[in-house]
């Protein structure tokens, strides 16, 4: 079997379930764990926005979308010498990975009969059923059963140490510059945590929101997840929203890691969430800071 995996959080579902040896090709967005772009092909690149801004990598993205242009680009020289039997690929953001429209079109133009399994969990329960689903695509099913039910405790873990305690009000922001509220699963992690979702887009794709509209929901916490950025880049935007929600209690948190990407570290959110809204449940992790004024 050879996979190729055309988004981080399918690269990290592979190495979860022991099937590395089996992946050619990730994209250069695969940084989890650390070795997956030195081991693997990139078969998909994209533009470098380390040194932008959080509003010109926003600029950037409405530019490109609005000219019609991709924002990444297959290797289809690269695929077709990798000749994959399983590809991983999703059309659940545009903005966040290639389109499995273009795959097709790729595999159409070389004549390669790769299966191509699409993941487009929009809930914390379908994440998991992705789990399961690449799993029966790569002949795999019984470590998917097992990585699942472990993850599964994990969950039921967290909800008995904070059954019968208040439920603090909390946001989860993944952009300031237009400020986007969490969409998709990033409620439900709030609410296995301890927590009551406020602001956010619950299995739907996260949005502009105006910064009135999240002061009225009166959030008690902040949960500052950019996506594409790791804990000291939210810590830096979080300093916004210190500024226009004064009455909050803000916390980075690690997006990439834990937040925003459909993958078997989305539990580590909930325990890194749960961490914040119930001291002394859950061990702090290193996912977390709070952001002080």
Known sequence: MRIVSLLPSATEIVYALGLDDHLVGVTFECDEPAQARSRHRVVVGGADTSGMTVGEIDAYVRAQV?????LYTLDEGALGELDPDLILSQDLCRVCALPTGQVDAALQHLGCRAAVLT???HSLADVLASIGAVGAAAGADARAAELISSLEDRLAAVRAAVAGRPRPRVAVVEWVEPLFTGGHWIPDQVEAAGGLSVGGHVHRASG???????????????L?????FGLDGAAEQAELVLRELPDAEVWA???????????????DGVEAMTSVLHPGTVAPGPHVRQVSR
């Open 224 to 228: 500052v997840a950019p996506c594409g």
């Open 208 to 222: 502009p929101t105006p910064w009135a509209d999240l002061r009225a929901e009166r959030p008690d916490v902040v």
């Open 119 to 121: 993941l487009d969990p």
């Open 253 to 267: 948190i690690d997006g990439d890691a834990v937040v925003v990407r459909p993958g078997p570290r989305l539990v």
């Open 66 to 70: 609005a000219a019609g242009r991709d």
